[in-house]
């Protein structure tokens, strides 16, 4: 089962630009989570931000969550060509262990 | 370093034969890891979850016939796909916790049936 929503499914932007990735979800969550895949690869954790939080930062990421709009973003500031990749919201629905995972979105940093 | 190894990387095989990927967590025991499949440029789709020591969980629609699982040491979980068709090509991840709430992840099994 998916929980979250990304969009957009796919973005190009130019070096140095910042890029902003949306994730919505449907169910109440203890935290969401970014995650990164390099093409054919398994996926790398970012960030994580609690259901109490409602900003956080690491290096050149800021992620927000709304809970009341169970929405979430990601911006990735200065962007830079090893950050293409795909980026994936998951979030962990409270009374359950799983991770579930948006259907991503693809980045492409253009040179 | 790595926390989950995943094995192999990649594997083509015939149809009709079976393939098993691996999963082995590093320097810490796993009691349960997640199985996932994703298609190209697609979300990862969980499969099931395993547990040491007892049966799997499947999620709904994955065939548990099918898609073999077991989990037999608290640093091994395994993944078999039997009687393999065209169909289940796919890229086949593996993840687990060690404690806290973010998950690491296996490198991926890239299968291709022929």
């Known amino acids: 089962s998916q929980q979250g929503e990304e969009d957009p499914q796919a973005l190009s932007i130019q070096e140095g630009e910042n890029a902003t990735m949306n994730c919505s979800y449907k169910?109440?969550?203890?935290?969401l989570q970014w995650y990164r895949q390099n093409s054919g690869r398994g996926l790398v954790h970012l960030i994580l931000?609690?259901?109490?939080?409602r900003e956080k930062h690491s290096g050149r990421l800021r992620v927000t969550l709304d809970t009341s709009k169970k929405s979430s973003s990601l911006l990735i500031t200065a962007s830079r060509a090893a950050d293409t990749a795909s980026y994936f919201c998951?979030?962990?629905?409270?009374?359950?262990?799983?991770?579930?995972f948006g259907k991503g979105t693809r980045l492409h940093i253009l040179p | 370093g790595a926390v989950v190894s995943q094995h192999p990387s990649w594997v083509i095989c015939k149809s009709g034969t079976s393939v098993k990927i691996e999963c082995r967590s590093l320097?810490?025991?796993?009691?349960?890891m997640f199985w996932y499949r994703q298609f190209p440029k697609q979300s990862l789709m969980l499969m099931a979850t395993?547990?040491?020591?007892?049966?799997?969980?499947?999620e709904q629609g994955v065939e548990k016939d099918k898609f073999l699982i077991n989990h037999a040491s608290l640093t091994l979980s395994t993944l078999t796909v039997t009687s393999a068709h065209p169909e289940d090509s796919s890229f086949y991840i593996c993840?687990?916790?060690?404690?806290?709430?973010?998950?690491?992840f296996g490198q991926g099994t890239r299968l291709t049936v022929v």
């Open positions: 320097d810490f025991q796993a009691t349960t």
């Open positions: 395993s547990n040491e020591g007892s049966k799997a969980t499947y």
């Open positions: 931000i609690r259901s109490n939080e």
């Open positions: 993840s687990t916790f060690t404690g806290g709430p973010e998950a690491f």
């Open positions: 169910t109440s969550i203890n935290n």
């Open positions: 998951a979030t962990v629905p409270t009374l359950d262990d799983k991770i579930i």
